[in-house]
């Protein structure tokens, strides 16, 4: 047998990784999270770490806490200056798996040309457990262990929770893995010194990892993330690689992405620690807005109800088309903004067509009866998944909201429905529900819109701009609309926020 030299050629020190990740078993590979980074991934990570570290020269040190086959070692080898005999004494690596440990010996063996990593830097360990390295490396880089620690058997045993726990108090026991890594690795590197990890993007916006989040700003605050926007990493969440520089006080965080990296533009609004997840909206070109926090919402105004599966079953016997229903269906395919396309555009319901759905209320399942007459009255409907927030009004109370169509009730008279409507009509809304949805909901170009959500959308404070807003919707007229309530939101000169929002909204249809 021998081996194919092309191959053999093509991968060259990488080999010894790919091979030892081939040989481990599924179940084993998803419990440590073993899954190697390619050669080209590993040097855009690299690339964008570069960006905010300190130049690259013969004394830089770098370590990978997780390092498998030595991919990142190895990138980072190809960029160091100085003789690859000398260079493969600044390189650390650390694997909770002394095979790993002894692959990435071997590669950087035959990357050096027969020169071994002096005893030490390349270790065996848990790198949550003890910091392994024998200096404090100026770069730590590497694509650590996914390790999901609500369910399932990547979860740490109560012991290594407790260790956890007392490691970093506040953090909480359950941290993600990865998001532990981040932190383990912000504590081995050295003052100024950058890290750069592959994490799931969920680090950016999950609840859970809020303690981790503020614990980073303070110690190595994020200065660029890089986001892979075509799953190039075997996971089965999206990823992006945060670097963060320890001690540093960026002020604003680059924002890249592909392979080779290529920088996309920056973010330069102040982030906070519950959720990071502007920063990928910035990367996807959503414009960031900043209003005012702390003052009135849409929730001190109006209710905002979504409704819930079980009223799908009870309105199922009861729709029937009819052109002179009293009462109407209305479904999220039928709302464009400020547009009902009720009798116009036929839509779908319980897998079949309808032109025009009404709702027999003798017909309704008594388990919702009470619901659907409570919606019998004047109100805003919102429709559910669209690229941007749209509205109707529904004057005379006459429309059952079809599930997951979101009704918005005013509490009283002011504002009017209109003003509603036009509220909702707006580039900001649409901007701070696309900035602040989780990393998952991003990743589609639909945004998700939820009760809880546009409750929280803010007022504006140019009540005169707002009256105006509210003349257009009631005129039918989008695109004024959407202009006067940026104005309202004092907002005006954000041309880049409403043409954002225009290309956005709704061809014409049928
Ligand atoms: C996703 S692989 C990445 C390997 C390598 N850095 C790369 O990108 O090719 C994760 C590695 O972390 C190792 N690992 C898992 N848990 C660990 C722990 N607690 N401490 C150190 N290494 C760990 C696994 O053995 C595996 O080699």
């Known amino acids: 047998m021998s081996a194919d030299p092309a191959v053999l050629a093509r991968w060259g020190p990488w080999l010894p990784g790919f091979v030892r990740e081939a040989m481990i078993g599924a179940g084993e590979r998803h419990r440590f999270g073993v899954h190697h980074t390619a050669p080209g991934l590993a040097a855009a990570v690299l690339a964008v770490a570069h960006s905010v570290a300190e130049p690259l020269d013969d004394q830089t040190t770098v370590a990978d806490p997780a390092v498998g086959g030595g991919a990142f070692l190895l990138a980072a080898a190809q960029q160091l200056p100085g003789a690859r005999a000398e260079i493969v004494g600044r390189l650390f690596g650390c694997d909770i798996d002394p095979v790993a440990v002894a692959v990435s010996r071997v590669a950087l063996a035959l990357w050096s040309g027969g020169v071994a990593a002096p005893r030490g830097h390349l270790v065996a360990a848990d790198f949550l457990d003890e910091d392994p390295f024998p200096v404090a490396p100026d770069l730590v880089l590497g694509n650590p262990p996914f390790l999901a620690q609500l369910r399932g058997d990547t979860v740490r045993s109560g012991e290594g929770r407790a260790r956890i726990g007392e490691r970093w108090p506040g953090v909480g026991r359950y941290v993600d893995g990865a998001t532990a890594f981040l932190l383990a690795s912000v504590d081995a590197v050295a003052p100024g010194g950058t890290v750069a990890l592959i994490q799931p993007d969920s ?38 690689a945060v670097v963060c520089r320890r001690g540093s006080d960026a002020s604003s965080v680059g924002l890249w992405s592909g392979v080779p990296a290529q920088l996309d533009g920056h973010h330069t609004v ?12 910035a990367q996807r070109g959503v414009p960031s807005v900043t209003v005012q926090p702390g003052g009135p919402c849409l929730g001190d105004v109006a209710r905002v109800t979504a409704g819930f599966r079980d009223q799908f079953y009870g309105l199922r016997d009861a729709v029937s088309d009819d052109c002179d229903a009293r009462v109407r269906l209305i479904t999220s395919g039928l709302i464009d903004p400020l547009v009902n396309r009720w009798g116009r555009t036929p839509c779908r319901f319980d897998k079949r067509r309808w032109t025009h759905p009404g709702v027999d209320l003798q017909r309704v399942s008594p388990t919702i009866t009470g619901w659907v007459t409570d919606r019998l009255r004047p109100k805003v409907l919102v429709a559910s998944q669209t690229r941007v927030i749209e509205a109707i009004v529904d004057l005379d109370g006459t429309l059952v909201p ?12 002011v504002p009017s429905l209109w003003h509603l409507a036009a509220l909702l009509t707006c580039p900001v809304a649409t901007a701070q529900l696309v900035e602040g949805a989780t990393g998952s909901a991003l990743s589609a170009d639909a945004i998700r819109v939820s009760a809880s959500r546009l ?15 509210a003349s257009r919707a009631e005129a039918g007229d989008v695109l004024a609309t959407g202009e006067l309530m940026l104005a309202a939101h004092g907002l005006s000169h954000r041309n880049d926020v409403f043409q954002w929002w225009r290309d956005r909204l709704p061809g014409p249809k049928g």
């Open 203 to 240: 680090v950016l916006s999950a609840l859970d990892a809020r303690p981790a989040r503020s614990r980073l700003m303070s110690a190595a605050p994020p200065a660029a993330i890089w986001v892979d926007d075509r799953r190039r990493f075997e996971a089965d969440v999206d990823t992006i």
């Open 270 to 281: 102040h982030l906070v620690a519950d959720s990071w997840a502007p920063l990928l909206a």
């Open 402 to 413: 079809c599930t997951p169509v979101i009704a918005v009730e005013p509490a009283g008279d």
């Open 455 to 469: 409750s929280a959308l803010p007022l504006p404070q140019d009540l005169t701009a707002w009256d105006a807003a």
